[in-house]
């Protein structure tokens, strides 16, 4: 009887962890699905306009307790910013111009093999053999998929730019996710993703001019609002909670292996939105990649940051 609570706990958790990665697994169809809509650094920017708008009531009070260690810490938020906030999601909407979105979504997974490396180049952390098993897998998954099954392609290069930006932004977003790690500790996770996103937002700003001018003007349709305001409340702060919640009821750990599910969410989602073909070749760089992913984090349990 006294395991029905801890149980009911758990099985919370992953349905957490679950509705997280399901609303994320929606930013990569936006991507796609607004590519003729609206250009990708006016999508980045109304999306963080509107997550700063829903998520201010939520942090502001965090943000002025907490002001005077976020001040003496501007360098730190200024990088991780311009990383997580000003360039990844914008790699994500320029990628989604010429990639498809389970492409996207794929790629996107690969972030926790660049943390490995990065963390062998920059801070001397040992590679395992499970992690050099693991990242040689997942290669393959990405060449896999960007080449189509047909490894001649890459003599001539014919993959899509998108894909080089997607694989970019995964780059990307494993230095944020080391630079999260290494957060000041007297820095609240609320205080962080308040400032972070701001300052984001403010460096954002002036590319948002230029492409405002160099652009066609941008029809606010029906579908391009509602798709900013689902990235902006759903995929920003609504997932930041849930997966929040996830980790504090089954672990880092147990909802890292949760998020490797996004590309399922992505391919169904992008099938029955966009009408794109899921083919055997995406199952096979499926498994590859996750395959890599769990081959490499066998050892060592990891951490997927928001």
């Known amino acids: 009887m006294t395991n029905k609570p801890q149980n009911r706990h758990i099985i919370s958790g992953y349905l957490f962890a679950i509705a997280a990665t399901a609303l994320w697994s929606g930013n990569f169809i936006i991507a796609r699905g607004l590519n003729e809509s609206i250009p990708p650094i006016s999508l980045a920017f109304w999306r963080w306009v509107v997550a700063v708008v ?7 009070k965090p943000l002025i307790a907490e002001w005077d260690i976020l001040k ?19 790699l994500i909407y320029l990628a989604g111009h010429t990639t498809t979105a389970i492409n996207l979504s794929l790629i996107s997974i690969t972030f926790p093999i660049f943390i490995v490396i990065l963390s062998r180049i920059f801070f001397g952390e040992l590679i395992t053999i499970n992690k050099g098993i693991g990242i040689i897998i997942v290669a393959a998954g990405v060449i896999v998929l960007i080449t189509k099954g047909t490894l001649s392609t890459l003599l001539h290069i014919t993959f899509a730019i998108g894909d080089v930006w997607m694989l970019l932004a995964a780059i990307i977003f494993a230095i944020y996710s080391i630079l999260l790690k290494r957060k000041p500790e007297q820095l609240s ?10 300052l984001g937002l403010i460096f954002l700003f002036p590319f948002f001019v230029w492409e405002y001018v160099t652009a066609p003007p941008v029809e606010f349709d029906a579908k391009t609002v509602s798709s900013i305001l689902y990235v902006g409340i759903f995929a920003s702060l609504s997932a930041f909670v849930l997966w929040n919640k996830a980790i504090v009821a089954v672990g880092p750990s147990k909802a890292g292996m949760i998020y490797y599910t996004l590309p399922l969410f992505s391919g169904l989602l992008a099938y029955l939105f966009l009408r794109e073909a899921i083919s055997i070749i995406h199952f096979y760089s499926a498994l590859l990649i996750v395959s890599g992913i769990l081959t490499a984090n066998y050892e060592k349990r990891g951490h997927v940051p928001v």
Do not use: D, E, K
Request: hydrophobic share 60%; charged share 0%; proline share 6%.
């Open 54 to 60: 829903v998520f201010l009531p939520f942090a502001l």
């Open 72 to 90: 003496a810490h501007i360098p730190y938020l200024s990088i991780t910013s311009v990383l997580g906030i000003t360039v990844f999601n914008t």
């Open 189 to 198: 996770i609320w205080a962080l993703q308040l400032s972070t996103f701001i």
